[in-house]
């Protein structure tokens, strides 16, 4: 206890480690595998990238699942919080290459299995960082049986869904257009592509007809024209009807390309003639497979011009080559016209280079076979989407998906389980054949690699050991819940619901919550490069990880949010607060000699209207706190219990029971009254532990608790402690103090100043009465018929001061005045600046939305004045 006097705060760096490493060594957080997944409660972590660390989406949705998982254990549920990283393919080997470059060294001088062999000891390295870090927020993660994307066992697993995939017919070979990221040298799938406005210049190209007369094409890409195979215009328009069946000569290269006539060109755009290019372009591919047209390749893998466009053109990169087309087209008089063009731009979100468009012999998995069960699953509510709104989003895009690119041009992550003999042709997918079925010869094994979402999306049941049905498989899956980030959705959780259908009969979770996206404070998205990211780290050194987990979740919601500090800062007061008052109480404990209350536990007796008042208010929070969790209102959860704490049981309830551990109370009283005040405390740390897990865990001992309390149970509301009217009672004398206070800082009185002043209002019992004279800071006199010289307007009626010494009764009115005055300038000049159009049209949408928000603010701050 006397440590405990020592210290004024809660000192988070001194106590987070220890506390962690005492939840490791308990074996609470890796339970036995028993019992069935209804019996027990579990959810796969999205696994973060082992190239990666903490950042603030990790951050928010560890503190998230780090609630539902502590919240459930501590309701007596075996918790299984599914841990692991995943091998990203693309980032993993981009860093390993960065690193060999700077020895001087290509991954093609060093050869697959060398190079493989250092992204193994790169990931042995640097792999396990994030999982590090994890535990200094506090996540109570399965550590001891954390998996990896590329372990032997997952790898096996991948290896069979391929093969059975294969077998089913939905996994095929084929040339077909796709996202071809020259950064990265792969193929990418459509989700990873990312669309970014720019403005390019649109040329008017002129093509000549053969027998007479010309066309005009419109394009941003004139270096694609190299690869024309024909000039498009919409069959129901009566322009060009006439041209269709003609031919075009394709300037510079003088190709004889047919005029067709489809129904995707738009009649609007440009002139209406359009240059098909099967081989650059994903829709003129498509115009191509309709029309049997050639496909001719002008631009290689490497971002750079082939010879099939011409001696004059190969070898340039894309840019250089545009700027040689139209000079020659110039030279030629081809152009008719320039104008600037915005538009979307494909970008690669992996390596961030523009996205070319190319033909290319990939491996790609049919999807709507494997949709079908999935969008049943969302329809049917067996599978719950929180929001609402991300439901519709998830039923279009499966409801209209598209065949996936699942190969990709990389030596780092499952290699595909397919082989070629080169004596007779064969090709086999097996998950590893011997010799070729058809031969006898060698088989060869295809250089390719899986894209790393495939692998992804069997985590949450190949984590738990399938294809065995291991006991974990049995007890926690499906698992209960899967919380995301919407940018994702698709990437990511749809195809999980679909392969976990497909491979185990059930999808994978039973609900799945869309968090929020924490932006930079300005509004704009939280990033390295733009010097606008946050580590969490960081946060965590200066607050506190219990700072920074309130913070998070006080500040989440199911919408965007800007990053506020002042949330984290609220959230280590808090830590602060409870530590306080428990240490508070633990003193008087310990003063008074009745330190047997600790071990004993007896259960509260209320003598008084506010111990009745508090335990009520205690039973409202538990009630509010549960329900809020189940419902994923975490911001509401989190600021509940801060109202709870700092507000009810600190602010008021200590304050109005403190008179009543002094000498002057019988030792009885005192007895009865700590006991109380333990009971609450005890019961509050239980109920904030899912949030502030460290300092909850750190006073739960010293308050008499047993054990751990992650280990502890989760304390249940106890109805017949509810209060309606002592609740009204002490609520009426929590008002009619706060007004009061607020009356005096408004005259200027000093905190020590008593102020004479009568009562005239109904519903004060003796008791309040003395509460209000004490934290208010008056003498009550009902005898006193002097006239006031001012009425403070309370619940029930008026406080009438009587006396007029030490205060200034017309510093409140010129407060208001300068106040009132300060806020009309601050609402002209917003309103100036929301009524400049030039404003509103160039500045930054969160600038204006903000400066919205806050003439609302101000607005509303002037009425109540």
Known sequence: MSDLQERSRFEPAEVESRISERWLKSGLFSPKAEGAAAENYSIAIPPPNVTGSLHMGHALNGSIQDVLIRY???RGLRTRWILGTDHAGIATQAKVEQALLKEGVSRQELGREAFLERVWRWREHYGHTIIEQFKRLGASCDYEHERFTLDEGYHHAVLAVFVALHEK???????????WDPGTRSAISDLEVE???QTDTLYSIVYDLVGGGTLTIATVRPETMLADTAVAVNPNDERYTELVGRTAVLPLVGRHIPVIADDYVKMDFATGQLKVTPAHDPNDFEIGVRHDLEQISVIGEDGRMTVEAGEQFAGLTVLEAREVVVAALEREGRISAREPYSHSVPYSHRSGERIEPLISLQWFMRMDELAKPAIEAVKSSRVHIVPENHRGVYLEWMQNIRPWCISRQLWWGHRLPVY???????TCVALQPSRCGGCGGEMRQDEDVLDTWFSSALWPFVTLGWPEQTAEFKAFYPTNVLSTARDILFLWVARMIMMGIEFTGEAPFKEVYIHSVIQAPDGRRMSKSLGTGI?????????GADA???GLLAMSSTQDVRYSPEKIKQGQALANKLFNAARFVLVRVSEVGMSQLLSERPAPSPRTVEDRWILA?????????????EAYDFSHAALGLYDFVYGELCDWYLELVKHRLGDEASTEDRRLLLATLLHVLRVTVALAHPVIPFVTEELWPLLGGEGLLAGASYPEADESLLDETAESQVGRVIEAITRVRGWRDSVGARAALIVRARLNADGYDKSMTAALVRLARLELNSSNREQPVAQVAVPGGVVEVTSDEGLDLDAAQRRRGHAREKLQQEIARVQGKLSNQGFVEKAPAAVVSSEREKLERLQAELGAL
């Not at 580590?535 to 607050?543: K, N, R, Y």
């Open 72 to 74: 459930q254990r501590m």
């Open 169 to 179: 017919g939905y996994i095929y070979r084929d040339r077909y257009i796709v996202n």
């Open 195 to 197: 669309e970014r406005e």
């Open 420 to 426: 070629y003999c080169d004596r007779c042709g064969e």
């Open 535 to 543: 580590d969490p780290l960081d946060e965590i050194a200066a607050h």
């Open 548 to 550: 920074v987990r309130f």
């Open 617 to 629: 208010r205690l039973t409202r929070i538990q009630q509010q706190t549960a329900a809020r969790i």
